[in-house]
């Protein structure tokens, strides 16, 4: 299990720190409920599939940063920087702060 949580460890951490910057508006509800949910599954299958579970979290964040880089590229928007900031709160349904 120390791997289990180690990987998750690691990927909170460089995830809020890459990423982090694409979610500034988002509640924080929703991005407790995201990593809790990706624990939860990662830990509750680690006793029927071992090591296998992290299957889970690697491949969510595959499926994520695939994601995250066809939607930039597809808006116009720089995808390690969220630039132009002002095209992506607007494309995200975030108000422009004053």
């Not at 180690?6 to 809020?16: F, P």
């Not at 990423?19 to 407790?32: A, D, I, K, S």
Request: charged fraction near 15%.
């Amino acid at each position: 299990m120390e791997l289990e949580l180690s990987v998750l460890l690691i990927l909170a951490i460089v995830g809020t720190t890459c990423f982090g910057v694409f979610e500034v508006e988002t509640p924080r509800w929703r991005r407790l409920l995201k990593w809790g949910m990706i624990a939860a599954l990662t830990l509750g299958l680690q006793p029927s599939l071992g090591h296998a579970a992290l299957a889970v979290p690697l491949g969510a964040a595959l499926i994520g940063t695939t994601y995250h880089f066809w939607w930039c590229r597809r808006n116009g928007i720089h995808p390690l920087y969220a630039t132009p900031r002002r095209r992506f709160y607007s494309l995200r349904g975030w108000s422009w702060p004053e």
